[in-house]
């Protein structure tokens, strides 16, 4: 089964995407038992402040360990958005700070103020990694919400766990948010982006619970943007129980195929 | 000019070999002005708690991203070393931390007590890994002491920065009492293995100051295994004059090369 995903963060130094890399590789390959590689790698470029880091997820050994064409562009510098955004596939997901980045010349664009969210949800502009984490993680399923939090438990610093959980969960609460908004539009919905987490959300979520965990979600989204941090932490779970369920989904059409032989 | 020099640092994970790698790319690339790719690969034996990171330095882009042999291997675990050690260039460089790795298939090993070293330095065996950069630079030059302490001060946590630079000096100084030591037996004389640093020391220290150096550099050494930093520190400044001669004395003849034409 080749279900290779090719995510590029990039960025300026300093805003932690080396560590992003890092900690999606190990949520995968640690503890959603997949295969991981990750890459930094360093030009003249790197000299002039740019950062680059590349994650590529398979359930298959990986045999070429760089991005070919990308699945996923997280761009949080305008530089890193001219020159990667071309290299991204078709159907790629492109995720945008527009604190940082203000041109994009594509309207298959996920905008979000990411820095911004970062410093009203933890204080700190830093945490703009992590926020862009959630964002990954809930447009796209490809790390169990599980694991990106105890990869992100293992990997930052003593001390700022909580923080950092605190900004994933306002990044994945921001995802289901834009997602819900971005994947309405007529004109976008042929063919459906991958990942569009609304839509996932009411074809998985449990019969008859569905407007109760969407008004659920909703109101955690809200929070998380007001600073409210265990509110947000609650549109966190709601995010991982939608997880849960689309990987039990998965599980039961897989079983079905399996019988149908 | 194919210069690639491919360097695989192995071991289990919290060893801080993944930091070590970044270090080790970033000094070359940021400060060094060359190129580096640094990748870690994740898969089922991450899960055992295997790491591994690998580290390519050239001074032209780099092609294909991974190691194909390795002209230097770090064994931090005897697992990877009994792993990599078959993948390493006839000529490559094999250092072991003895404190880990109690068999070696092959005589031609740097063997140094890397973690006693760093508790014996720094008082954490943490700092292993720094201890290893120390040994990687003073071995092969393939970064300048400059740039790695640079990196390093840019890279480890704040407040550990001092810590770190001990661990890098000691492990330097360790490099070129261990050199000397493993390059003098007949039987390993032919072919001398790249970076034998006390013969490059006494080809390319200044005339006149051989000697001299070479004093301070034992001296170095011996106050670093006891635990003396500032005087280590200066075996490190010793191992940089060293390093910036050889460097001068390859400048000067790439020089020559150019004018014989």
Excluded at 4 to 32: C, S
Excluded at 82 to 102: E, M, N, P
Excluded at 194 to 221: C, D, H, Q, S
Aim: aromatic residues 4%.
């Amino acid at each position: 089964m080749d279900d290779r995903f090719e995510i590029r963060l990039v960025g300026t130094g300093g805003q932690g995407l080396i560590l992003a890399g890092i900690i999606l590789a190990e949520a995968a390959a640690i503890y959603d038992n997949k295969y991981a590689v990750q890459t930094q790698s360093y030009g003249p470029e790197a000299r002039g402040g740019a950062s680059r880091s590349e994650v590529i997820i398979s359930s298959a050994p990986i045999d070429y360990p760089e991005v070919i064409q990308a699945d996923l562009l997280l761009a949080l510098s305008q530089e890193g958005c001219d020159k990667y955004c071309r290299d991204l596939k078709k159907d790629g997901i492109l995720i945008v700070d527009t604190d940082q980045v203000t041109r994009v010349s594509t309207n298959r664009v996920c905008e979000l103020p990411i820095t911004s969210i970062a410093r009203e949800i933890t204080g700190r502009t830093i945490a703009a990694n992590i926020v862009g984490l959630g964002l990954i993680t809930a447009l796209t399923g490809i790390v169990s919400p599980t694991a990106i939090e105890r990869a992100i438990a293992a990997r930052v610093p003593r001390g700022t766990v909580e923080m950092n959980l605190q900004a994933l969960a306002a990044g994945m609460a921001a995802a289901l948010k834009l997602d819900a908004d971005w994947a309405r539009p007529a004109a976008l919905a042929a063919p459906a982006p991958r990942g569009t987490v609304e839509m996932n959300f009411r074809a998985l979520a449990p019969k008859g619970t569905v407007e109760m965990n969407w008004r659920a979600l909703a109101a955690g989204i809200e929070a998380a943007l007001k600073r409210k941090a265990d509110r947000a932490r609650s549109a966190a779970l709601a995010a991982r129980a939608v997880w849960s369920a689309r990987a039990w989904r998965r599980r039961k059409w897989a079983v079905e195929k399996c019988h149908a032989k």
